[in-house]
């Protein structure tokens, strides 16, 4: 303890040098609005860390290790999913699955010097897969509004401050706690569709030297969007031509980003009249040059998209997944199946209800929104529910994501997803399940490393208390993480939740 100790003191240490000096220089160019957007959030974060001090020790370690008498939830077959009972998992000291069995098959076996857990009936399923996610708030509304709110400051004085050393550190450790409450959530991977500056690049590359805790990371910086168009100037950066776009995407792939999110369409939080979260924004030739600069080098594009015609052109333009999505007319549909401008010569279709559905289901005296987003967000989440329900009708490829940081979407609450989308859109558990785990891979490209349990895979895996065949808020607290071989102990622990949130989005299940 006394090493978490000192980490922490240091931290605060760290947080009040900033608050005292680099913040301050930037309150006296850009108003004191940034003063008070920097000293908060310091202040908020370093409460954050010394309620989770200990997961920032957490390392890549591999100590390898066995779990037995486990219950193995396969979702292989959505259709016929079942929880194998009494196995046992072998993982590796380079933190892959070395054997996986019966218990009675594979214990005689199990090398000497490895760690023997029992997991006494426990349930074990693949790590989730959240494939869209944004790092720069927790889900409170107040917290985005604080992160997004800069009073009289001009864009381009906003975009500075985000890009300052002080506005860049405050970000970083904001991705860092936010990512890490993810991991603890039971998400072993995850994608960034969006954030303020190239945070999450920075932290995902920690991660993957084993430097910070954290999920595996397919990361893509700020939003590529038209002047003024949606996330702008926050999570988007301005393209007003396919020249822009074309340099936008390079500047982005040469600082490490692993994927390409474009802002297609308009959307929901910052509407300003009924129709606007459709809206076409992005040109086709603009999707086209994101398109063929990120598949050069071998990068999905993500669009950001909540209309029918919005979707087309980012499909006619080869974009690889198209995010929350619409109805689908047969045109979408083919496009979907075969479209020969993407990567790998098909699109897939990522819905996320989280933040539409919240907004249309519960009172706007819980949400505060306008009635001009109100009606926004009814349109869109009858189109994420029509486009589900096309997609298992065509065959077209479904991903699972949450919008997390959007208000009332939590990092915590992937479970909440899955559970509104069997609840709302006509889904059963096996098949949520199995899209959140070896859909997700498959829809990133990740299916040779992650999103089943099998020999030689990365041991990514969640134990849960009981079965989430059964119930899928078996999902909400798991008792252990595994990521890359790394074991979680007690990772409720590590998530500070929100009581007034929780309640919020129980009410609509």
């Known amino acids: 303890m006394g090493e978490h100790t000192q980490e922490l003191h240091s931290f605060a240490d760290l947080a009040q040098q900033f608050v005292t000096s680099k913040a301050e220089i930037f309150a006296r160019t850009a108003g004191a609005t940034a003063r008070d957007f920097i000293h908060t959030n310091f202040v908020h974060e370093a409460h954050r860390f010394a309620v989770q001090a200990h997961i920032a020790d957490i390392k890549p370690n591999h100590q390898p290790f066995a779990l037995t008498h486990a219950n193995l939830v396969d979702v292989s077959d959505p259709a016929h999913p079942t929880a194998l009972p009494d196995r046992t998992i072998v993982i590796s000291p380079e933190g892959r699955i070395q054997l996986l069995g019966p218990s009675a098959e594979i214990d005689p076996g199990i090398p000497d010097g490895f760690k023997v857990l029992n997991a006494?009936?426990?349930?074990?399923?693949?790590?989730?897969?959240?494939?869209?996610?944004?790092?720069?708030?927790?889900?409170?509304?107040?917290?985005?509004?604080?992160?997004?709110?800069?009073?009289?400051?001009?864009?381009?004085?906003?975009?500075?401050?985000?890009?300052?050393?002080?506005?860049?550190?405050?970000?970083?450790?904001?991705?860092?706690?936010?990512?890490?409450?993810?991991?603890?959530?039971?998400?072993?991977?995850?994608?960034?569709?969006?954030?303020?500056?190239?945070?999450d690049v920075k932290l995902a590359q920690r991660v993957h030297r084993g430097r910070a805790a954290g999920p595996r990371m397919l990361v893509a910086g700020p939003m590529i969007a038209i002047p003024g168009g949606h996330g702008t100037p926050y999570t988007s950066v301005e393209c007003a031509t396919p020249e822009d776009v074309k340099a936008a995407v390079t500047?982005?792939?040469?600082?490490?980003?692993?994927?390409?999110?474009?802002?297609?369409?308009?959307?929901?939080?910052?509407?300003?009249?009924?129709?606007?979260?459709?809206?076409?924004?992005?040109?086709?030739?603009?999707?086209?040059?994101?398109?063929?600069?990120?598949?050069?080098?071998?990068?999905?594009?993500?669009?950001?998209?909540?209309?029918?015609?919005?979707?087309?052109?980012?499909?006619?333009?080869?974009?690889?997944?198209?995010?929350?999505?619409?109805?689908?007319?047969?045109?979408?549909?083919?496009?979907?199946?075969?479209?020969?401008?993407?990567?790998?010569?098909?699109?897939?279709?990522?819905?996320?209800?989280?933040?539409?559905?919240?907004?249309?289901?519960?009172?706007?005296?819980?949400?505060?929104?306008?009635?001009?987003?109100?009606?926004?967000?009814?349109?869109?989440?009858?189109?994420?529910?029509?486009?589900?329900?096309?997609?298992?009708?065509?065959?077209?490829?479904?991903?699972?994501?949450?919008?997390?940081?959007?208000?009332?979407?939590?990092?915590?609450?992937?479970?909440?997803?899955?559970?509104?989308?069997?609840?709302?859109?006509?889904?059963?558990?096996?098949?949520?399940?199995?899209?959140?785990?070896?859909?997700?891979?498959?829809m990133l490209g990740l299916d040779k490393e992650t999103g089943t349990l099998e020999v030689g895979k990365s041991a990514d895996f969640i134990v849960l208390d009981s079965n989430p065949l059964d119930r899928l808020s078996a999902l909400d607290t798991p008792a252990m993480v595994v990521s890359a071989g790394t074991p979680i102990f007690r990772p409720a622990a590590l998530v500070r939740r929100f009581d007034d949130i929780d309640a919020d989005l129980n009410s609509i299940i």
């Open 120 to 199: 006494q009936g426990r349930y074990i399923l693949a790590g989730l897969i959240n494939a869209h996610v944004h790092t720069f708030a927790d889900g409170r509304p107040s917290t985005l509004s604080s992160v997004t709110s800069f009073g009289s400051l001009t864009h381009a004085q906003i975009r500075q401050l985000l890009d300052s050393p002080a506005g860049q550190a405050v970000a970083e450790r904001i991705s860092r706690i936010n990512i890490e409450t993810m991991l603890a959530s039971g998400v072993t991977t995850v994608r960034t569709l969006g954030d303020l500056t190239y945070d």
């Open 251 to 442: 500047t982005h792939l040469d600082a490490g980003c692993t994927a390409i999110k474009l802002a297609a369409t308009g959307g929901v939080t910052d509407a300003k009249k009924i129709g606007n979260a459709g809206t076409p924004q992005l040109t086709v030739e603009q999707i086209e040059a994101a398109c063929e600069t990120a598949h050069e080098r071998g990068v999905l594009v993500a669009a950001h998209c909540q209309s029918t015609q919005g979707m087309l052109n980012a499909l006619r333009a080869g974009v690889d997944t198209i995010e929350h999505g619409a109805t689908m007319n047969d045109e979408a549909i083919a496009l979907f199946r075969h479209n020969p401008k993407s990567l790998h010569g098909y699109s897939a279709v990522d819905p996320t209800l989280m933040p539409a559905l919240t907004l249309d289901r519960l009172p706007q005296s819980v949400t505060g929104i306008s009635d001009i987003v109100k009606a926004n967000s009814e349109a869109v989440t009858r189109g994420m529910i029509d486009a589900i329900h096309q997609a298992h009708e065509n065959n077209i490829l479904l991903g699972v994501g949450t919008d997390s940081a959007m208000p009332l979407v939590t990092q915590y609450s992937t479970w909440h997803e899955l559970d509104y989308r069997v609840r709302f859109a006509g889904e059963t558990i096996g098949q949520v399940l199995n899209e959140a785990t070896a859909g997700n891979a498959h």
